[in-house]
Structures are given as C-alpha cells and as structure tokens.
C-alpha cells in the first residue's frame, strides 16, 4: 500500500532500524542511564545548546502532555490556533492532564500572530478567570504551513511579558528547518521558544519524542512529570538511539528534504490540472486542495487519503522520506483519468 494520507503511515528509515538493532545486542541499564541515551542527549544538546534538557517519551500526545504541564498550573488557560492537534487530535489528553482551559483561536492559515491573540490576554490577576499561561505553536502547523523566525519572536517576546511560556510542537519541526533553509536552533532557540516537543516519527523513526527543555526554570519537575505522565520508558534506549541516527551526517535534513521535494513535484503537477484549487501554501509536506467530488470518489478507491473539510471537497495529501517519484507519477496519473 501507497498512502498520501499521512507521514505516520511511512516506514521505519534503515539507519534508524540499524541504530535499534545495535542498541539490541546486550543488557543495559534501564529508564535512561545506559550509553545510548547519553550518546542521544549530547547529539541533541549538540543541535541546540548544551544546557538544554532533553527527556525522551513515547509519543506526540505524551510529549505535548509533559510539555504543557512544565508550563502551567491548572488555573492556567493554553492559547492555540483552532487546528492545533492539542485542540482537535488529542482526545482532551492535554487539558485532562494539565487541568488547563485550551483557548483556540480562529487562524486563515494555523499561525498564531500577536494580533490574534491579544484578545485572549486579559484578566490577569482576576481570580475568577483562568490565568492565560502559554502559548502552543505548531511547526510546521497543521495546515501545512511554516513560521518564520520573526514571527515566531513577535510570539514568545508577546508571551515573556506577560509572563508567559511558548511552547512548539515539533512533530514536522524538520521539515519547516528544510523549507526555510535553517537549523534546529535557529528555528527554536534562538526564537525564545522555551520548551520543544522535538519528534520524529513522520520523518523516518519508528516511535518516540523527545521533549526539550530550554528555560531554565522548567527544568526542576521535570522527570517527575515525565513519570507521573507515564511516559517515562523501562528499556529507555530504544527511544534514545533513533535520535542519534536521525541526528547523525544530517539523515532528518536528508528526509525532510526529500519530503519536501515530492510535495512540490506532486503540487507542480495538481496545479495544471482542471478542478484543482488549492486552499494553503505548500511550504512543507502537506498538500491542502479541492477537487470535484465525483474526482475525489473515485480516488479513494485506489488511495488513502484523509478529507480535511468534506463539505467544501477539501482534502490532505502528505509525502513522506520514503515518497518516490514514481508514486506521484502513478498519483497524478489517476487523478488526470478521473479529471476527464
């Protein structure tokens, strides 16, 4: 099977397969002390400051759970885009496990900007209000779609004077780096972000996240969240090492890359075709467009793919590392049959 509805439903890259058989040779010790996960950590610390605090989790919901609750207290309220997976993907996981109010916010493209979110910040001090208490970002967002570096400061400047945490889910975090031509850093970091869900399972890893700590003053509970989240894995190093392959000779840029590419091969070639109209930039890759729905039902038959708005005929196609040419090739090839 083929599928263009998500990078989740790609493969394992064979670096990493062949990082996890090597960690799986001998005993070591559990929960995080043994030498995989201390190669991973300065591998990170490495790719973006030395005194940041990496923990390693099992999943995206897991990580933005531990994440979100280092920020806040439960009389605390999030602020996010509308399409935030904390918002719509998440089953509640995150305001169960924080206690917090998630407030969405209305975006034409899933970026947060200072002018949105003005509104929410009120109250402050008010007992019989939640208390706004971070910012989430999604990068690259859930429509595809790609913060800037000085949009992502006009955010986390906003936030620290109010005294507040920004906090940015990385799930495709490689894939925005790719799109504008920066570092893990640059895009992070240096940014003012103060906390990173830094995932890698939609660009070659088989599971895992890891968050990543960079405000000091977030650090102190951190590995108790972490265990009391459960999240906190026994045989921690098949976790840990995914991430030294993905970090090492640049393999997440190599994948992201390559990712990137085939979304922009398969926009080149949806573009052309009539019916076609496309609802966001492709900045990464995510595909967000309309078809007519005869177009669309016929598709289905030979293809996985998820409708992102079924009323307008609105539909996602997402590319993977492992996306080959030859696959959009056949793609396009239907899509061009049912188009006439």
Request: with cysteine; charged share 20%; net charge negative.
């Amino acid at each position: 099977m083929r599928s263009f509805a998500s990078d989740n439903n790609s493969g394992v890259h064979p670096l990493v397969m062949e990082a996890l058989n090597r960690a799986n040779r001998d005993h070591a010790v559990g929960y995080g002390d043994d030498v995989w996960t201390e190669e991973a950590v300065r591998k990170i610390r490495e790719a973006f400051i030395p005194d940041c605090e990496p923990l390693f989790v099992f999943n995206g919901t897991g990580s933005n759970a531990v994440a979100l609750q280092l920020c806040t207290r439960p009389y605390n309220s999030v602020i996010c885009a509308e399409t935030a997976h904390i918002y719509v993907d998440e089953c509640g996981a995150p305001a169960r496990m924080t206690g917090c109010q998630i407030r969405p916010v209305a975006t034409p493209d899933g970026k947060l900007t200072p002018e949105l979110v003005r509104p929410y910040l009120c109250h402050f001090g008010e007992q019989h209000h939640s208390q706004p208490g971070a910012f989430y970002i999604s990068q690259c967002t859930e429509l595809g779609t790609v913060y800037r570096p000085d949009e992502i400061r006009a955010l986390t400047e906003l936030a620290h004077r109010h005294g507040m945490y920004v906090h940015m889910d990385g799930a495709r975090l490689a894939n925005a780096c790719e799109a504008l031509n920066l570092s893990f850093r640059q895009l992070t970091v240096d940014c003012g972000i103060d906390i990173l869900s830094f995932g890698g399972t939609k660009n070659g890893l088989m599971l895992g996240e890891s968050v990543i700590i960079f405000n000091p003053a977030l650090k102190k509970e951190a590995c108790f969240v972490r265990k009391q989240s459960a999240q906190l894995a026994s045989k921690l190093r098949y976790l840990s090492c995914q991430f030294t392959a993905y970090l090492t000779d640049d393999l997440w840029l190599k994948n992201a890359s390559h990712a990137n590419r085939m979304a922009q091969l398969l926009y080149a070639g949806l573009k052309e075709l009539p019916g076609v109209r496309f609802t966001q930039k492709v900045e990464s890759n995510q595909l967000f467009l309309t078809m007519p729905r005869p177009v669309i039902d016929n598709l289905l038959k030979d293809y996985f793919f998820y409708f992102w708005n079924e009323e307008e005929n609105e539909i996602r196609f997402v590319t993977s590392f492992d996306t080959t040419e030859q696959d959009i090739e056949e793609l396009l090839r239907a899509i061009r049959r049912y188009c006439h």
